[in-house]
Nanobody
Framework: VQLQASGGGLVQAGGSLRLSCARS????????TGWFRQAPGKEREFVAAVSWGGTATYYADSVKGRFTVSEDNAENTVYLQVNSLKPEDTGVYYC????????????????WGQGTQVTVSS
């Protein structure tokens, strides 16, 4: 399984971005996909996840109401729409995949993309 994250950039506070996670390799219909982020000097933290088939979504409390995760099976891509960005959202955003159930813990994920930088200026 290969994952390719993209869509990051530099935005002002209050702005929006759409991050993409293109998936390829094995059949991914039974894989959950998660988004994590890591700010400089901080540990990687859970942001959002979508269950396989896109039937359920999960969010960290800090992003609820601002971020939306979705899955496009036809494109084999998972999206993370990030709105109302704050400077504390700055970091490298990674997508990851694991079989079956989603998890909030990075160590549960087997496959990782290379990350895309999101920088929010105040």
């Amino acid at each position: 399984v290969q994952l390719q994250a993209s869509g990051g950039g530099l935005v002002q506070a209050g702005g929006s971005l759409r991050l993409s996670c293109a998936r390829s390799g094995r059949t991914l219909s039974t894989y959950a996909t998660g988004w994590f982020r890591q700010a400089p000097g901080k540990e990687r933290e859970f942001v959002a996840a979508v269950s396989w088939g896109g039937t359920a979504t999960y969010y960290a409390d800090s992003v609820k109401g601002r971020f939306t995760v979705s899955e496009d099976n036809a494109e084999n891509t998972v999206y993370l729409q990030v709105n109302s960005l704050k400077p504390e959202d700055t970091g490298v955003y990674y997508c990851a995949a694991r079989r079956n159930l989603y998890s909030r813990y990075s160590y549960d994920y087997d496959y990782w993309g290379q990350g895309t930088q999101v920088t929010v200026s105040s």
